[in-house]
């Protein structure tokens, strides 16, 4: 019963983010259909740190996807804070994407031409925000991630690891109550993998962040609240 | 950081080919507007009333075949016709020339030539000057203003076309006619130097008013018609007119020159700028997930290609016209172009054809853009 963790069992009854049922993803490759999620059914409550495990090819990139709402359900619903992400047109999405999602990529995906401060300032060009407002948010941010020093670098005149604390920042600029992570350490180094792991635990301990991580590396879904494993497109206890 | 920066900052992310691109339009485009006003000048002859009240009576075998010197007192006589005088054209060399001599020299009766080329402006004792002495002659302002003449300098010409030269000296100037070049001297000089052949290289009349004008060019024809000397009379207008009608072939020419142009230089922006796009692909996926809209990544390319292919029009087409308007163009082309002048419609016409390139370039890679998913961008390697 210890293995249990009582406070995510109870924010899971209390404040639920996601809800997801009998979710499927399929492909059709010729004249069959590849299935890359089959009938997935998940709850993830509010502060949650969920670690995606699974082997390669298992669906977990297709439903972190479809959680940010940048890819749809083929079957199944997926509601994120009572909004049904499937229902949304393109421009609907992507405004709430921009208020509701953080995205954390592996390879870090900033834009080489623009500062640290830049590159966290981009999203928050979308929200009418003056710039004084814009520049106390994305110091906050960079401060939050250990970078406040750093803001005038530009992406090649940082480590990998600051690049993806950058990254980071961009993705918590906006204060969305949902940070996705696709195996954000998979690049990095041990030390700045801790670094990178902490600031999400984090995030969702100190900040009420829900945040959903896929990663390979044991050691890093330590860091999680709760583990899923998925094979073949189900989740597996 | 404003949109527009990040704009800016793209477009110059890779300075070379930016630069180039802009260059490309920008070398294209001034080459554009430099054919369209070579087209225009060649083309249209400046338009004023002299020229369609003016009759050129020359012979029917050819421009260079003399007329009799005894065919004046019939023109004169013609109705119709106000005022007849010899033109005879020189064509010798000035000084230190070679080859060819950019102004021409005509051989006219220094008196009836004032009532045919009513244009001309002189000063009253320079004119009296000029017909009181045979050996004195009549200088256009713009040639003397660029051999730096004043009255009483002398002008001395070899013959090319007739085998004598010229000895004279300057009485006045003349300006206010279409082309302020030419020099003018008296018939009786030419008619003395070469001893007395009792003919003229062509008559030049002026009719009482351009309606006259079609009817007594044809009364000329017919008044020598089946004479030793047949003639053709036609007006200034329609004389520069059939000139022009040999440049016809080259106005195809340049029209399909332009055509290429304009073709190519969309080739090479659209191949441009869909390279700069599809570098990026993945980057415009992540812009994608961060929230930006189909038509907010549209704007992005669009002000970038748009914005590229104006600077290339400015800096070609206002080059061009900056260039055209302090060229001494008379001096360059050796007088074949009196003027160069880039009209507003040509400039319309470059920046048309810029904005035009900028949106088509833009087209392709905004249209790719759209279509892909976030998640197919992300997972294009870079
Ligand atoms: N665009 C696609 N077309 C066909 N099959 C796809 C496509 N995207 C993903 N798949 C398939 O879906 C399955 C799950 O993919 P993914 O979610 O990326 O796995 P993971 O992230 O766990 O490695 C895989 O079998 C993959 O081949
Ligand atoms: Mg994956």
Avoid at chain 1, 6 to 30: C, E, N, W
Avoid at chain 2, 167 to 174: K, S
């Amino acid at each position: 019963m210890r293995r249990i963790s009582t406070a995510s069992l109870m924010s899971l009854h209390i404040v639920p983010i996601v809800f997801i049922r009998d979710l499927s993803k399929l492909y059709r490759q010729g004249d069959i259909n590849i299935a890359a999620l089959h009938d997935v059914s998940l709850d993830i409550a509010s502060g949650e740190f969920i670690v995606l495990m699974g082997p390669s090819g298992s669906g977990k990139s297709t439903l972190l996807h479809i959680i940010a709402g940048i890819d749809r359900p083929t079957h199944g619903s997926c509601r994120v804070q009572d909004t049904d992400v499937a229902r949304l047109n393109e421009s609907q999405l992507a405004d709430w994407r921009n208020r509701n999602v953080g995205f954390v990529f592996q390879s870090f995906n900033l834009i080489p031409v623009l500062t640290a401060f830049e590159n966290v300032e981009l999203p928050l060009l979308l929200t009418g925000l003056n710039a004084s407002r814009r520049r106390q948010q994305v110091t906050t941010a960079l401060n939050l991630v250990g970078l406040g020093d750093r803001q005038d670098h530009l992406p090649r005149q940082l480590s990998g690891g600051q690049e993806q604390r950058v990254a980071i920042a961009r993705a918590l600029v906006t204060d969305p109550p949902l940070i996705v992570a696709d195996e954000p350490t998979g690049n990095l180094d041990a030390k700045s993998a801790t670094d990178v792991l902490e600031i999400l635990r984090n995030l969702s301990q100190q900040a009420g962040k829900t945040v959903i991580m896929v990663t390979h590396d044991p050691k890093a879904a330590a860091y999680g609240t709760r583990q899923l494993h998925l094979e073949k497109g189900e989740i597996v206890v | 950081m404003t949109l527009g920066g990040f704009i800016l900052k793209n477009a110059l992310r890779n300075k070379r080919r930016a630069l180039l691109s802009v260059l490309s339009v920008a070398v294209s485009l001034f080459l554009f507007i430099t054919l369209q006003v070579a087209l225009r000048e060649l083309t249209q002859p400046p338009e004023d009333l002299g020229s369609s009240l003016r009759i050129i009576v020359r012979n029917r075998v050819s421009l260079v075949s003399p007329l009799p010197a005894r065919q004046l007192q019939v023109i004169e006589k013609i109705p119709g016709i106000v005022a007849v005088t010899p033109f005879t054209f020189f064509g010798g060399l000035y000084k230190g020339d070679e080859r060819f001599t950019s102004f021409a020299q005509f051989a006219v009766d220094p008196v009836r030539v004032k009532d045919v080329i009513i244009d001309a402006k002189v000063d009253d004792t320079e004119y009296a000057s000029w017909v009181a002495d045979r050996t004195l002659c009549i200088v256009g302002l713009d040639t003397a203003r660029r051999y730096n003449l004043k009255r009483g300098d002398r002008m001395q010409f070899t013959g090319t076309f007739f085998p004598c030269d010229l000895d004279l000296r300057v009485a006045g100037f003349y300006h206010g006619t279409a082309d302020d070049r030419t020099v003018f001297f008296h018939q009786r000089y030419l008619d003395e130097a070469l001893g007395n052949p009792g003919t003229v290289g062509c008559w030049w009349a002026r009719a009482a008013s351009p309606e006259d004008a079609a009817l007594v060019t044809a009364r000329i024809d017919q008044a020598f018609a089946n004479s030793s000397a047949e003639v053709r009379a036609e007006t200034e207008r329609a004389f520069q007119l059939g000139f022009i009608s040999m440049w016809a072939n080259i106005k195809v020419l340049i029209g399909s020159i332009c055509t290429v142009v304009v073709f190519t230089l969309l080739l090479v922006t659209v191949s441009t700028m869909s390279m700069a796009i599809r570098e990026r692909f993945r980057e415009l996926a992540v812009l994608k997930a961060l929230g930006f809209r189909r038509r907010e990544l549209l704007g992005f390319i669009l002000a970038e290609s748009f914005g590229l292919s104006m600077l290339g029009a400015v800096l070609g087409a206002g080059g061009a016209w900056l260039l055209y308007r302090n060229l001494d163009i008379q001096k360059l082309a050796n007088g074949v172009f009196l003027a160069f002048e880039v009209t507003p419609r040509m400039m319309g016409m470059a920046f048309a054809i810029a904005a035009l390139l900028g949106i088509f370039s833009a087209i392709g890679p905004a249209f790719s853009v759209a279509r892909t998913s976030v998640v197919e961008g992300l997972r294009t390697l870079d």
